[in-house]
Nanobody, 126 residues
Framework: QVQLVESGGRLVQAGESLTLSCAAS????????VGWFRRASGQEREFVAA???????YYSDSVRGRFTISRDNAKNTMILQMDSLKSEDAAVYYC????????????????????WGQGTQVTVSS
C-alpha cells in the first residue's frame, strides 16, 4: 500500500522560512517523479514544484526563486524548503507521486499524479 505522509506545516510569519517533508512508503520511490501542490482556502489545488527521477526540478512562477524542492531516494523522502514566505503561500500542501517513463518527466497538473498524501497546513501571518 502506497503511503505519502507530509509533515512540517505550522504557523509562521511573513518573511520566515519553513521546511516541509514528505515520507513515502509502499513504492519504489526512486522510480517516481514527485511533486508538491497546494490548495488555499476557497481555491483549487495548484502546482508548486516537482522533481523528476533524474533530479530535474520544476517550479511554478509564484514560488520560483523562493522555494527549493529536493529528494533523497535513500530515505524515500522529498523536501520543500520554503523561504521568504508570503501571506499568499498559506495553504494546505500536498505531496504526490507520479508514475513516469522518462527520467526528466515531472507533471505540473494534478491529473498527472497517481498517489497523494493527506496534506499539511501552512499558515502565514502578515
Amino acid at each position: 500500500q502506497v503511503q505519502l505522509v507530509e509533515s512540517g506545516g505550522r504557523l509562521v510569519q511573513a518573511g520566515e522560512s519553513l521546511t516541509l517533508s514528505c515520507a513515502a512508503s509502499g513504492l519504489s520511490f526512486s522510480t517516481y517523479a514527485v511533486g508538491w501542490f497546494r490548495r488555499a482556502s476557497g481555491q483549487e489545488r495548484e502546482f508548486v514544484a516537482a522533481v523528476s527521477r533524474s533530479g530535474s526540478r520544476y517550479y511554478s512562477d509564484s514560488v520560483r526563486g523562493r522555494f527549493t524542492i529536493s529528494r533523497d531516494n535513500a530515505k524515500n523522502t522529498m523536501i520543500l524548503q520554503m523561504d521568504s514566505l508570503k501571506s499568499e503561500d498559506a495553504a494546505v500542501y500536498y505531496c504526490a507521486a507520479q508514475i513516469v517513463l522518462d527520467d526528466t518527466e515531472a507533471g505540473q497538473n494534478t491529473r498527472d499524479y497517481d498517489f497523494w498524501g493527506q496534506g499539511t497546513q501552512v499558515t502565514v501571518s502578515s
